[in-house]
């Protein structure tokens, strides 16, 4: 059966595509910032003097990644355009999210890795998302054939 319908992809399948692009970012950015915790950055936040738990790292990676299937159903259900519409609405998102590490008072090094941690998710979830958003140019009547 085709993932691909008559111009519209199939929600299910994004949604679905969506919870495993989370987890899949969840793990990478984990197992980044166990791996730097371990290489010795601290990742205290000046503001409340603590260190971000290793768990948070999957915990803010999945509350905002699942925002992102979120806003990519939405493309494929309202959207002409559901691809690009969530690469447009997505990617200057990831860029804004690059901001906050540098203004909380984090060491440079700390706020480096954030950026690090935030490009991982978003090179996992964006393109997984878009690719599957993208529809068939295949007419509606080819694509029944093929079945």
Known sequence: MSALTAGRPRLGRVAVMGVLATVAAAVVTTTLGALAKRAGVEFEI???GDA???GAFATVTSF???I???VALAAGRWSDRPAQ???AITVPLAVASLVPPFVVGA???TSLVLVVL???AAAVVIPTLARTLRVSSVSPRAAASRR
Do not use: K, W, Y
Request: glycine share 14%.
């Open 68 to 70: 992102g299937v979120g």
């Open 107 to 109: 060491s440079a090094e």
């Open 46 to 48: 000046p503001a409340g």
């Open 64 to 66: 905002f990644s699942l």
């Open 52 to 54: 971000i738990p290793t």
């Open 85 to 87: 519409r969530f690469v």
């Open 118 to 120: 935030h490009l991982a």
